[in-house]
């Protein structure tokens, strides 16, 4: 028996191939590597002793996704990281992101149900509440998106729900992720964005590295304690165990199943250049700026039901993902290069 996962070489996919192998599993991982690099898979080996099966596939090509699944018959269950998921560029580019992230998962769906595997675990987001009526956010709060990106994830949400309805015997878990950070312990997988980042934490560990200036902070009249955005950051290597969890909950219970995976945490964007100065003793220069368009006061997770049906709760706190954030940017200044 063995794990698809898409998006296995990204930064979220990395840390759950790690988790799988350490836990005993199998993985194949399919990626285009048009956000990653190959060299992850020597650092994913580095780190368990294991180097998984990597085809370099793109979802869109329908025969490259049906050779996967015949070269590994042993493939019983997918993990599906693989998609586009910058909101800029999707407001920008919306044809790639729907055309990506749609046309993948349904060429991958259709994969699936000729190959006979029927139980996925999808990376969904917290973009789907859009603005919550309230905090913290329950999974049957009202979905609504602002953007291609988060749009994306919600049509997709909906194929499989509308999958699970046509094909009974179909098990989906969709995880709807709040905001991932840190990196594995050993300071050898991470996050590696291309360019300037977009994110908060990828932001500062390039100030502390010394490769941007200065932290612009988008705002500070939010209704929060201290007027800067609230989010629910969670550990990297917390949120990839989940994956291991919703598998295991989707051998067992058939149809679709929604899950927030956070930590139920609100911190604030000086509470997070707080946590990264004490972790780090790094000062972080910082200036207030006005508003991010599309940003919103608060947003974190009641993640009481992970806790109930996956047996799944988060283990790290802030102090130790900023901790290892900055192991990831002192050992590994330039990502993982050229
Ligand atoms: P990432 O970009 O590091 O990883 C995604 C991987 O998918 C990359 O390796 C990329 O090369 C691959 N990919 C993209 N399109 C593909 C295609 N057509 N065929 C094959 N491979 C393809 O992103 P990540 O941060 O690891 O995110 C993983 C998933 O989690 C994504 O679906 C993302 O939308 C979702 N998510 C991420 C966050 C976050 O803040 N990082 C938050 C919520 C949800
Ligand atoms: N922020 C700054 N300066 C920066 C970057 C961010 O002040 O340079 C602030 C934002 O205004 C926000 C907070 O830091 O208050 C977090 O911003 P991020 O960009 O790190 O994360 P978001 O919550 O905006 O969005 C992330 C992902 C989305 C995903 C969402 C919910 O980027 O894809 O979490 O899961 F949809």
């Known amino acids: 028996m063995a794990v698809l996962v898409t998006g296995g070489t990204g ?26 690099k190959e060299c992850v898979l020597d650092r994913i080996e580095k780190i368990t002793g294991k180097r998984p099966a990597f085809r370099k596939v793109d979802l869109l090509d ?6 996967v699944f015949r070269e590994f018959p042993e493939i019983d269950c997918v993990i599906h990281f693989a998609g586009l998921k910058a909101v800029g560029e999707s407001v920008a580019k919306p044809m790639l992101y729907y055309h990506n992230n749609l046309t993948g998962t349904l060429n991958l769906c259709h994969a699936m149900e000729e190959a006979g595997v029927r139980r996925i675990v999808f990376s969904s987001s917290a973009t789907v509440y859009g603005k919550p009526d309230s905090v913290p956010i329950r999974e049957d709060f009202p979905l609504r998106t602002t953007n291609p990106y988060g749009e994306t994830k919600l049509m997709i949400e909906r194929i499989l729900s509308d999958i699970t309805v046509a094909y009974p015997e179909w098990s989906v878990s ?25 994110n908060l934490l990828p932001y500062i560990t390039k100030v502390a590295g010394g490769k941007l200036p ?23 290597v917390d949120l990839a165990k989940a994956h291991l969890c919703a598998l295991d909950r989707a051998a067992k219970v058939k149809g679709i199943e929604y899950f927030n995976i956070g930590t139920g945490n609100g911190y604030s964007v000086l509470d997070i250049v707080a946590a990264y100065e004490k972790a780090t003793g790094i000062k972080i220069n910082y200036k207030i700026v006005d508003r991010r368009p599309g940003d919103i006061d608060e947003c974190y997770a009641d993640p009481a039901k992970a806790k109930e049906l996956l047996g799944w709760e988060a283990q790290y706190g802030i102090e130790r993902m900023c901790e290892d954030s900055a192991r990831w940017q002192k050992l590994n200044p330039d990502g993982y290069g050229e």
């Not at 930064?11 to 990653?36: K, M, P, Q, T, Y």
């Not at 329908?62 to 050779?67: A, F, H, K, S, Y």
């Not at 992720?177 to 980042?197: C, M, Q, R, T």
């Open 62 to 67: 329908m025969e490259g996704v049906r050779g």
């Open 174 to 198: 969709i995880l709807r992720y709040f905001n991932p950070i840190g990196a594995h312990v050993s300071g050898l997988i991470g996050e590696d964005p291309k360019g300037i980042p977009n």
């Open 11 to 36: 930064f979220i996919g990395s840390h759950a191939v790690v988790e799988l192998i350490e836990d005993g599993r199998d993985v194949v991982i399919l990626d285009n590597l048009s956000n990653s």
């Open 214 to 236: 200065c932290l612009s902070v988008y705002g500070n009249d939010y209704n929060t304690h201290d007027g800067t955005g609230v989010r629910d950051y969670i550990h990297v």
